[in-house]
């Protein structure tokens, strides 16, 4: 249990609110009763006030350390699930920064309040399924959350029950049961309805480029470009260095992102640390947009940082130089607002009207997809970690690119037998 702020009065030495103590303090009548289970039964003591109780209750813990009892010690879920992030915090002060621990604890919340009093020794399949469907079924704001939300609260759920495991607060039993349960979290997939992926054709792009310029955001104009020609996202658009781009060997070097909570020096995934070959006409319009920018120029600076995204400075109510993902798209809804993409020469026309930047990451994978670029050379521009996203997004039930690989086999075939 932890102390309770407003009922403990600080009379107890060594002891402060939201401190952690083994067992229980609770108020029968006008009295507190301290209780700690042993095994199936428990020892208790009785104290006139919340503050003599908590004396009652450490007492007890002082006679079961001291092996006067023997007893199983009973954590519930909310007491881990507080324990492994207070060990976070701790532990990993330098590797995890405070926002992100932050959101973690946040992801966790519903999770830690919807079973917190589940006794971690008593986990079995049933009630781990139970946390399993709770997840999955969650809403935040009547929606159903994204893959990569539920993938996230599970991974956190099993490094919870994995620091139960190394802090003894389980037996080897109930971890084989959470080792083979976590091999089925891999098949529980979000409920939410996937968005359409919208592609923009190079006739789309240069539309949208214009209006972009005509509205005078040409370095926006720039980041859209560096997506579809580059495959880049737009966090590590807006995360790149100048010391990061060698137009001399023609290398952007993808090393950092720029999120809402500030830069950071690990992209989204490790195989996002990686060199991207320059398109060849994207060069000039680089070193055209350093030239025009000699006044931001520092190896160490960013490329696009936040004066330069926007119109004027008296627009930006914030001191951070980085501009984020967010921001730009507040951008792209409030320019294409009430714009209708034009039909093509082909006659056909783009999905939605709607712009969204990582549309441009998504278009030029398609388009490399649909040019002959092989699914493992893409998977490494792309930054993808697993080589079955970039070949669901971008292969997989592709008729042109069926089509185009099975006549070049014929046709080899054909050549070799006649």
């Known amino acids: 249990m932890r102390v309770e702020k407003k009922k403990y009065k600080n009379s107890i030495s060594g002891v402060a609110a939201g401190d952690y103590i083994e067992g229980s303090i609770f108020k029968v009548k006008n009295k507190y009763r301290a209780e700690i289970l042993l095994g199936d039964k428990s020892i208790t003591k009785q104290a006139p006030t919340y503050d003599l ?4 209750l450490l007492e007890l813990n002082k006679k079961t350390n001291n092996n006067d009892h023997i ?64 997840i999955a079924n969650e809403k935040t704001n009547d929606k159903y959350h994204a893959q990569g939300t539920l993938d ?32 089925l979290t891999k098949y529980i997939k979000s409920k939410k309805e996937k968005k359409e992926f919208t592609y923009y054709s190079p006739e789309d792009m240069i539309f949208i480029q214009d209006m972009l310029e005509e509205r005078e955001y040409s370095n926006v104009s720039l980041v859209a470009m560096l997506q579809y020609h580059q495959g880049m996202r ?16 023609g290398i952007i070097k993808v090393r950092q992102v720029a999120t809402k909570h500030g830069i950071k020096s690990v992209p989204k995934s490790d195989a996002g640390n990686r060199d991207l070959i320059i398109a060849e006409f ?29 119109k004027t400075i008296s627009r930006s109510n914030t001191q951070k130089e980085y501009f984020s993902s967010e921001e730009i798209g507040s951008i792209f809804r409030r320019v294409f607002k009430d714009v209708e993409l034009p039909k093509r020469k082909d006659g056909t026309k783009a999905k939605t009207n709607s712009i969204e930047s990582h549309n441009f990451r998504r278009s030029f994978g398609t388009n490399a997809a649909n040019n002959g670029v092989p699914p493992q050379v893409l998977c490494s521009v792309m930054g993808h970690t697993d080589f079955n996203m970039t070949y669901q997004h971008y292969y997989l039930d592709n008729e042109e690119n069926t089509r185009a690989a099975m006549n070049e086999f014929y046709e080899k075939m054909f050549k070799k037998i006649s």
Do not use: C, W
């Open 282 to 310: 994207l060069k000039p319009v680089i070193k055209n947009y350093i030239n025009n920018n000699m006044d931001i120029f520092e190896p160490d600076k960013l490329v696009f940082p936040r004066k330069k995204m926007l």
């Open 53 to 56: 109780a908590i004396e009652k």
């Open 234 to 249: 737009v966090s590590e658009v807006l995360g790149l260095p100048f010391k990061n781009i060698d137009l001399l060997n």
């Open 152 to 183: 996230r609260k599970f991974q956190l759920l099993y490094k919870a029950f994995e620091f139960a495991h190394e802090n003894k607060l389980i037996d080897k039993a109930t971890y084989d049961i959470i080792l083979k349960t976590k091999k």
């Open 71 to 134: 007893f199983e010690k009973t954590v519930f879920f909310s007491d881990l699930i507080d324990r492994y992030f207070e060990y976070r915090k701790i532990m990993h002060k330098n590797i995890i920064d405070e926002n992100s621990l932050k959101n973690r604890i946040k992801n966790m919340s519903s999770i830690r309040e919807e079973f917190s009093m589940l006794r971690v020794s008593k986990l079995n399949e049933i009630n781990i399924s139970e946390i399993h469907d709770f």
